[in-house]
Nanobody, 122 residues
Framework: QVQLVESGGGLVQAGGSLRLSCAAS????????MGWFRQAPGKEREFVAK????????RYADSVKGRFAISRDNAKNTVYLQMNSLKPEDTAVYYC???????????????WGQGTQVTVSS
């Protein structure tokens, strides 16, 4: 049984920061690529960031490069998304995801979390 649980969402003003966490119950967490997606009202779910099994490789959507940072702590079975310089357009439900590889995670992740709301006011 696999469970991903996000936390850390909330309401912040533009320019502020939040750190999202995703706690995973995966039996072999270190073997999974992890990622973050988001979905704003009226929009499709979009890729935000991903990280490989060891944490040595990361990729970001152009819209968040230089502002967001994904990281993981395999000893704690947790992946993080540090979000800085937040903009109103970052407002969305953020979802944690897990997949066997970096390549397939962006297309069709094996597992999803329930999502956490991030709202950025202007």
């Amino acid at each position: 049984q696999v469970q991903l649980v996000e936390s850390g969402g909330g309401l912040v003003q533009a320019g502020g920061s939040l750190r999202l966490s995703c706690a995973a119950s995966l039996s072999s967490f270190s073997s999974y690529a992890m990622g973050w997606f988001r979905q704003a009202p009226g929009k499709e779910r979009e890729f935000v960031a991903k990280i490989n099994w060891s944490g040595s490789s990361t990729r970001y959507a152009d819209s968040v490069k230089g502002r967001f940072a994904i990281s993981r702590d395999n000893a704690k079975n947790t992946v993080y998304l540090q979000m800085n310089s937040l903009k109103p357009e970052d407002t969305a439900v953020y979802y944690c995801a897990a997949d066997s590889t970096m390549a397939t995670l962006q297309l069709n992740p094996d597992y999803w979390g329930q999502g956490t709301q991030v709202t950025v006011s202007s």
